[in-house]
């Protein structure tokens, strides 16, 4: 029997979920929390297989009470059923430890399903969410690393492919040459290169000035 937590603080939704989940022969709802901090209690105080999160409640939204659980109990099965599909509500869910993510406009049948398959190792995702992950890592497989350079630091970069010294660069750009050195400093690590003739050639080979 797979055992179930409700955290919502919808009473209606906990009610009908719960009602729902208790007709089915391999699921049964041992807990309910009206909030994110009573949440957290009743989920390591029953160690449930699968606990049903909602994300906006009071005293303690669903993001935090994720982290909190899962920073205590790393097995937590933690599936977020929200209204919300925005960047700023299912990224950081799934960063806190979610492994599954629906909406409130699920039918009861695809939350058993998902609970089921979340409880065997799998993971359920909306097919926004999927689309919102899938273009994250694409977003990410293209970050190159002079994308981190401030616009200062690509100034001296450039200055520094034209063979000028710190002292040089520090008098074109009005900078202390401590300032200059710092700058250097940093775009050398943020280059992950050793001296400044390769950070000149990573410039080059990335098209960051013409040859």
Do not use: C
């Amino acid at each position: 029997m797979i055992e179930v937590l409700l955290i919502d603080d919808h009473e209606m939704v906990r009610m009908g979920v719960s009602t729902y989940l208790n007709t089915q022969n391999d699921i049964t709802v041992v807990g309910q929390a009206s909030n994110g901090r009573e949440g957290v209690r009743l989920a390591l105080e029953l160690k449930p297989d699968i606990i049903l999160m909602d994300l906006v409640m009071d005293e303690m939204d669903g993001i935090e009470a994720t982290k909190e659980i899962v920073s205590t109990w790393k097995d937590a099965n933690i599936i977020i059923v929200t209204s919300f599909i925005d960047d700023e509500k299912v990224y950081p869910a799934l960063d806190a430890g979610a492994k599954s993510y629906l909406l409130k406009t699920s039918r009861a049948s695809d939350i058993a399903n998902a609970i089921r398959t979340t409880y065997n190792g799998g993971a359920v995702l909306e097919p926004v969410v999927t689309n919102k992950m899938m273009n994250r890592m694409r977003s990410n497989s293209q970050h190159q690393l002079h994308d981190d350079l401030t616009s200062r630091e690509k100034e001296v970069l450039h200055l520094m492919t034209e063979g000028k010294a710190n002292q040089e660069i520090a008098d074109e750009l009005f900078l202390s040459l401590k300032t200059v050195k710092t700058h250097v400093s940093n775009i050398l690590t943020k280059l992950e290169v050793s001296d400044r003739t390769q950070a000149v050639i990573y410039a080059f080979r990335h098209g960051l000035v013409k040859e």
